[in-house]
Structure formats: C-alpha cells, structure tokens
C-alpha cells in the first residue's frame, strides 16, 4: 500500500519542492521508500511513498518506469492476480525485470492500452504517464478500495491518494462546496464524485480518466459495472460450492505477500469463512487477531473469534483495547480530510495501530453483507414494502408528517416512520439519513444554501434504484454504491494507512461480487426472518468440510 501523486501541467513545473511536499504529506502511507519523477520539460512529474509488499528490493522503487522509458507510473494497492497476468503478458513476448505487481500494470498497458484494467483483479489506483501519446492514464478498482482525488485549475492537472497532498499547494483555494456540504449532512459522508472543497473531485470505482496534456482534455469513462440478475438459477447446492470456491481462491490471492500477513477475526461470519479458507490454503497455522473490549460485553467478540481460532488451529492473538482520549480525534480528523460521521473509525484505528505491531497485511471482512444480505434494514424494507401495500398512502402521509414535526433528529425509529411515507426509492434513499431535509435547511439558512427540490442529495440514491430490481436487490445495490464506498472503506482505508497496516478484502474480489449479483436469488441472501443465508450454508458446509481434511491428516 502506498500514496501517490502527480501534477500534468501546459507549463514547466515552477516549484521543485511542490511535488515532494505534496508527497511528504503521506508518509504514513509508505514509510519504507520515497521516489520522485519528472519528464525532461518538467511538464508532468509523479512522485510516491512505499510501504513494500511485494518485491522487497530497490527494484519494486516507484515511481517505476517501463524498459523503453516511454511510461511511468506511480500505483497504490495490489494486483492480485499479477502473477497470472505475467504468466499471460510472457507468452504474448513480455519481458520482466523485476517480480512486481506494478511492472504487471505497466506491461500490461504496454499490451492492451487502457483496456488493461479490465484484466486487473484487485485494489488499486494508479497514475500512468504515456509520452508517447502525451497523457495521463488515472485508474480506481471496481469496488473503490483505494481512493483518488484530482483537481484540474488554471492549466494544471494534480491527483493524489488524499485530499491533504493537493492541499500542500499554496495556490489551492480551500473554498467550502456547500452542495458537499448538504450532502455530508444528509447522509455523514460527502459521496460519488464530490468533494468538502471546491474544484477538487474524487475519481469514481470502477473508472478511468484520461488527461490529455496536449489539448488540455480530460476524459472520464467507466470500464466496469454491477451486472443484472441471472434469470436462470442454479441449484441451492451448486450456489453454495461456489461461493466456497471462489471466496478459497480470494483468500489464497489475499494471502500472496513478502511481509507477514494476519486475518482480522471477529468470529462472525464474514471473519469466520475468511479464516476457514486461509487455513485450508495455507500450509502453516493462520495468524488471528481479535479486540476485546473488556467491561463492555456487548461489543466484545472475543468469546466467539476464540471458537473459531481453536476450531481451526489458528496462531491466534487476542489483543485489549485500551482505553483513549479525546486528545485522538484531532489526529484521526487531520488524516480523514474530509469530515465522516461514522462513530466506528476511533475503534478501526485503534483495532489497526495494534494489528500492525505483529504483521504489516491483514485480511478483513468488508463487502460481506452488502453482498449476501447482512444488514437488518434488508429484512425491514422488505417487511416495509408489504405492510406499505396495506396502510393507504393518506395515513402514511400523516404518520411521516407527524414524525417529522415531533421527534429530533436522531431519535431512534424516527427516520423509518420517515421512510414508511415515502415509495420504496425515496425510503431506500432515507435509511440511516442523520438530518432531513427541512434539518438541513434550516442549519444551512445562515449560508445561504437554499438547494431546489432537484437538487436534493436523497435523489443521489434515488437515482440508483431501478424498478424492475427487487426491494432486496435495490436497497443492497444502493448501499453497495454509496455507504461501502464512501463510508466503510473509506474509514478502513484511512485509519489503517495511518498505522501503516495494508488491509485487504476477500469479499470484494470482483468474481464474488458479479456472482453475487448475478447468481444468488434473494431467498438465499435476506428475506424477512432470515439474512445472510448462503453465506450461513457455506459455513456450515466449510466446517464439515474442515473437520475431514483434519480427521484425514
């Protein structure tokens, strides 16, 4: 895992330290090496910090250029399947010099241009630079694990792994996006392509963009997207064997690493079936790590992660948290950058600062329930839809109305009464809302923002709902796009870079997540009583599965 950053300008860079101070911002991202680069104009420059993975020695060095000097690139994240990919680019008449994941981008670039990404499994951003054809090639994996700021002002194009980097730029204006702003206040993140400050924009999962340095154009296109439902299913069976198979596969990729790498174990399911598969990969004992929080048995998980570490004879390590201060939120609110409202990031830093005293990759558990159902608004939407078919829209105008008027924001329940007047989209786009439109309003008046009824960030969700999808497949496909994205790996990518800690998720291998969508019918996944199912049965037949290979050895 790294930080990256670059600046693509029409005039040669006048600052030499401005890239190195950008750069610098981001040490914790990579404290094992530094690089900076420039093209002989000056016109372009990248620059990177390194924390090393894979191919320990100088020659992994970035920003990294291909044999004939034509491309540079400096990469953040892992390619899971790169050494497949040089297995494929060898054939195709390749040559490696070194045993990199980020020589695999540059060849396979070299062999399929911007098409590459499509080849590409794995968390990643990357900029590439190409002065054959003059331009800048940016880059962000299908689920948006690593994340990419940009800004384009004055002639000037600048990218980086945080917001922080861009901001070393004296001439960066600071300016508030009130827009972002409503955003952040409807829904505890600012989403999508927004940004707190004005001019800055985040590349989008699953996309690209293209800078062309000559014309000054810039291209944005999506390479990949959430398939649609297989109208043919599989037997529950079959659905359950592959789901094992590939979750096996993407723990194995997961676990490919030149540095000691550990799996974050809850004892849920998610940490669980993870755990499973790396110890039927591995050929020594899984390393397990768990928090507890002694005193507060409600949220301590340690009980359950001991079962699973002994049933599976994992080295496992139980780990106290220790009690913190206010004196944190200060550093926790310099690295987040931009403002998140979601309570768990104290624990996930905490969780990741002492993980990373014992190995430097760690495998966790995100994307589980968006994917399988795990959620219980996934049973309460459902069970919404059909009491919402009963009680006639007069009365549930009221209900909302009376709601809306009488209990404060926040108040448990209050956003579901919300939701219940609304048609299924404008109820999906309410869930988890910390202030509604008319609280948002009024803390917003003193601004003078006054967004029209279009303009609305609730309609950011609407918009991604379609009709002939299930409430099921709608609310997950939503939550998918927006909270994982923009709330959860956001949180776990900032607070475990801070630590210096690479965590990686099995659960978002893009073959999981088209197999999930495409595959697996909403009775297997939640339904009113019941969530999570498939996932259950792989576990079940995981264990058995287990307890064999162990009675056989």
Not at 306 to 327: C, D, I, Y
Request: proline share 6%; charged share 25%; net charge neutral.
């Amino acid at each position: 895992m790294c930080g990256i950053v670059g600046i693509a300008s029409r005039f040669a860079i006048s600052k030499p330290d401005l890239l190195k101070a950008m750069r610098d911002t981001m040490g914790h991202r990579g404290p094992d090496d530094q690089g900076v680069w420039y093209t002989p104009d000056r016109r372009v420059g990248l620059a990177h910090r390194r924390l090393a993975i894979i191919d320990l020695s100088p020659a992994g060095h970035q920003p990294m250029l291909d044999a004939s000097g034509r491309l540079c690139i400096t990469f953040n994240g892992e390619i899971y399947n790169y050494q497949e990919l040089r297995r494929e680019l060898e054939g195709l008449g390749h040559r490696f010099r070194t045993a990199s994941d980020t020589e695999v981008i540059l060849e396979a670039y070299r062999a399929w241009g911007t098409d590459c990404l499509v080849h590409l499994n794995g968390m990643f951003a990357f900029g590439l630079y190409d002065s054959q054809e003059q331009r800048l090639f940016l880059a962000r994996d299908r689920a948006g694990e690593k994340p990419l700021y940009y800004r384009l002002a004055e002639g000037t194009f600048t990218f980086a792994s945080e917001l922080k980097a861009l901001m070393a730029d004296a001439s960066f204006g600071r300016q508030l996006d009130l827009e972002a702003l409503d955003y952040y206040l409807a829904f505890g993140y600012v989403p999508g392509e927004k940004c707190i400050l004005k001019e800055v924009r985040k590349l989008p999962p699953a996309h690209g963009l293209i800078y062309d340095l000559a014309g000054e154009k810039l291209t944005l296109g999506r390479y990949w997207q959430l398939g649609e439902p297989d109208s043919s299913p599989a037997t529950e069976s079959d659905l359950v064997e592959e789901l094992a198979s590939l979750l096996q596969d993407s723990v194995r990729l997961r676990l490919i690493a030149d540095v000691p790498v550990g799996v974050l174990l809850s004892g849920g399911i998610d940490s669980s079936l993870v755990t499973a598969m790396a110890a039927r990969v591995c050929d020594r004992p899984v390393k397990t790590f768990t928090i507890t929080f002694p005193g507060h048995a409600a949220y301590d998980e340690g009980p359950y992660a001991q079962l699973v570490a002994r049933h599976f004879g994992t080295e496992h390590t139980e780990m106290v948290a220790e009690p913190t201060t206010v004196g944190l939120l200060p550093e926790l609110a310099r690295q987040f950058d931009e403002p998140l409202g979601d309570s768990s990031l104290v624990p996930t830093y905490l969780v990741s600062r002492l993980v990373r005293q014992h190995v430097t990759v760690a495998l966790g558990g995100d994307g589980g329930d968006e994917l399988f159902g795990g959620y219980q608004r996934y049973s309460a939407i459902q069970l919404q839809e059909t009491v919402r078919r009963v009680i006639p829209l007069r009365i549930r105008d009221w209900i909302g109305a009376a709601a809306a008027r009488f209990l404060p924001p926040g108040l448990k329940g209050r956003n579901y009464l919300l939701e219940f007047t609304a048609d299924l989209p404008q109820s999906i786009a309410r869930i988890n809302t910390y202030f509604d439109p008319i609280s948002r309003y009024r803390l917003l008046a003193p601004l003078d923002l006054h967004p029209s009824p279009d303009q609305l960030p609730e309609l950011y969700k609407v918009s991604l709902c379609h009709s002939s999808h299930s409430p099921l497949q709608q609310v997950s496909r939503v939550d998918f796009l927006t909270n994982l994205v923009d709330d959860f790996l956001v949180k776990v990518d900032r607070a475990s870079m801070l630590t210096s800690l690479e965590v990686r998720s099995p659960w978002l291998d893009p073959r999981l997540i088209e197999f999930s969508w495409g595959k697996v019918p909403d009775r297997l996944r939640a339904t009113v009583r019941n969530r999570k199912i498939l996932p259950r049965k792989s576990k079940k037949c995981s264990l058995r599965l287990i307890l064999t290979c162990s009675t056989k050895a």
